[in-house]
């Protein structure tokens, strides 16, 4: 295990890399874990922008407009997308609730009714959620004969809203603590991805020069040995890096641990990583300059951070950039991270498109490997 | 016969490196591959090595077929390449340990002999030095240790002196002398002459691919029509007497160098004095004249009708 020991030797040269990336991003967490805690308290009574659009124009649709209208400022919408996300991208308006036409009929039938885009970037947007729900709820729960019975749903909502001013409602703190997990697990896919082809990429630049290969090639040690213990390597390093940053959150956020559906982000996060270093195999076997990788590490990271979805949500990205989002694993990785009621299915998509993305990396870097054997 | 490679032919494109390439390597002697720069000498390692694929040949190592699964083989070879490769991120013991234990999986050996050899190249002082913070000379003892730390009995040393200042120069050439004498047996690439005819046993004269000659440097001087070679300055006359020199018996030919006359000639008995003769015949009188063996260089240049040296 000579080579396996000396890859991890090399990498501990290699730690103030590791570590500043780690020192910024723990320092970035708590900031912004300070924020939210003092924004949940707060945010019952925070009055919000709601942009509405009202294709039903029905009495039931009105009176959810008269609910949400009580605490929050309603603007009236005309039913565009990309008007709307613009809107919501530039804090015009922190979230958007568009009511279909058949909006009656699907609450009746207990389906999705409502669409609704929020601002991600605020905590708060998600009480949106929590006010519609609830009207619906008690909406469905009046409902007699085919009629609902809105003016009693309006007494029982004034009271309800009293109540759980006192108590901050589980549900509403269950959401905070998710989304914070949320975030805090898609800027580990930034990270992942920007310290893999960075730090293999430096290591592997050493392993990969011609003439060190040339001495491995005419040793006694079968060259498959050696470079299976160069990959071991690799994935020792990674799993290190993803868990010292999973560990880092759930430190930080340890009391609400049990909210979250942690073994979900667990297992994407894995995975993901398990990806990223297939694409880190790729780049090594395209390039040993160290400038070209330290420039990968920052674009890809960086660029597909962006059009997944970890700095703006997906939901206020263009349809063309999210199309494009999808050739890299980084987008299924945001959307499992990003699911409020994750079905089995959804999960397993992402996860398995995340784990072909790494087949198909780990392929043409074997590709790209032959032919340069081949002279 | 450690070595017999037979018509090897590498081919880059048009150009082809290795051109009929024959080399064979007798156990226990230090076989010099003299060339110039370009002439196919790595080339021939790798290929010897199996580093490189070739197009044609054959070639045998320790009486096998070499192919890049020989590990048995490969477990008895050395190879110092001529580029320094080292970890710029291990220090001098750490890469000599690396390097060693692709081939000795056994700790305690290994430690043993990666402190014997980092005494061996008189590295101890700088075991824990970094790379970058050797000297150039030091860097290549370090890249010699890397190569030999596993005490193989077959050595290729790829100009393991080239641009190293004097000291580790005759350090480096002292200790493949005494790697020989331990009894392996070196392969060792130049295109200095002096460092061939001072270490090698025997020598391969190489140029644009091919082997011209083999011989111990007593047997390639041999192969030179030339015998003797006398160098002759005069102070007068001002006119050429090229010609006239040409009357001497013997005389190969006449070449004229910074004002002085580079007689060669092909039998080697009484040739100073015909010329002292001829000088007194001629009423010249002499600033410089001495005799010369014929060197390397002569033979490389009449081999190929160039100089080896640039
Ligand atoms: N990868 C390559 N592709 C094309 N041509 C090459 C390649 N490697 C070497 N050559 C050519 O093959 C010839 C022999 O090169 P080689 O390195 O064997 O020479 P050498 O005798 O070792 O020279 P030096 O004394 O400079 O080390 C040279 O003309 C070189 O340009
Ligand atoms: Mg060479």
Known sequence: MTVYRYFIKITTRYKWIILGYAAIFFLLSVISSINTKTKETAFMEESLNIGIVDDSKGSLSDGLIDYLGKNNTIVEMENDIDYIKDQIFLEVVDAVIIIPQDFQSRVENKEESVEIFRDDRKMESLQIENQVNKFLVFSNATRRDGKFDLARVKDVLKEKVNVDVLKTGPTSKNSGTDAWFGIYFNFIGYIVITIYILVIGLIMAEFNDKNIRDRMRISSKKFLKSNAEIYLGQITLGMLITTIFILGGIILKGKHIGEVDLSRYLINAYVFSFAILCFTFLINNLTTSRFAISGVSTVVSLGTAFVSGVFVPQELLGEKVLAMAKFFPMYYYVRINNMKAVSAMDMSYGLRMQLLFGAIFLLTGLGFSRAKQKI | ?310
């Open chain 2, 1 to 310: 016969m450690v070595i017999k490679a037979e018509n090897i032919v590498k081919k880059y494109k048009e150009l082809n490196a290795l051109d009929h390439f024959n080399m064979e390597v007798k156990e226990g002697e230090i076989l010099g591959l003299l060339g110039p720069n370009g002439c196919g000498k790595t080339t021939a390692i790798n290929c010897i090595l199996s580093l490189l694929k070739f197009d044609e040949g054959d070639i045998q190592i320790f009486g096998q077929k070499m192919t890049p699964t020989s590990y048995n083989i490969k477990k008895q070879i050395g190879l110092v390449p001529q580029e320094v490769a080292v970890f710029e991120n291990l220090t001098v013991e750490e890469n000599i340990d690396y390097f060693c234990g692709l081939y000795i999986e056994d700790k305690n050996i290994r430690r043993e002999y990666v402190k014997e050899v980092i005494d061996f190249v008189g590295l101890t002082e700088y075991k824990k030095f970094y790379p970058k913070k050797l000297s150039g000379g030091l860097k290549r003892r370090l890249n010699i240790a890397c190569g030999i730390s596993h005490k193989p009995k077959l050595i290729f040393l790829d100009e393991p002196t080239v641009a190293v200042d004097a000291q580790s120069r005759n350090f480096i050439l002292e200790g493949i002398k005494r790697l020989n004498k331990e009894g392996s047996t070196i392969i060792y690439t130049t295109h200095y002459l002096e460092e061939a005819e001072m270490l090698c046993d025997r020598i391969i004269i190489m140029d644009r691919g091919k082997s011209l000659v083999t011989g111990t440097v007593e047997e390639l001087k041999s192969i030179t029509s030339t015998r003797e070679k006398i160098i002759a300055g005069f102070e007068n006359p001002e006119e050429d007497i090229s010609d006239k020199i040409k009357s001497i018996p013997h005389v190969l030919d006449v070449g004229k160098a910074h004002g002085e006359y580079i007689i060669n000639f092909e039998n080697g008995t009484n040739n100073l004095s015909n010329l002292l003769d001829f000088i007194k015949d001629n009423d010249l009188t002499y600033t410089k004249l001495y005799s010369q063996l014929p060197s390397l260089n002569d033979v490389f240049l009449e081999l190929t009708g160039k100089e080896l040296r640039e």
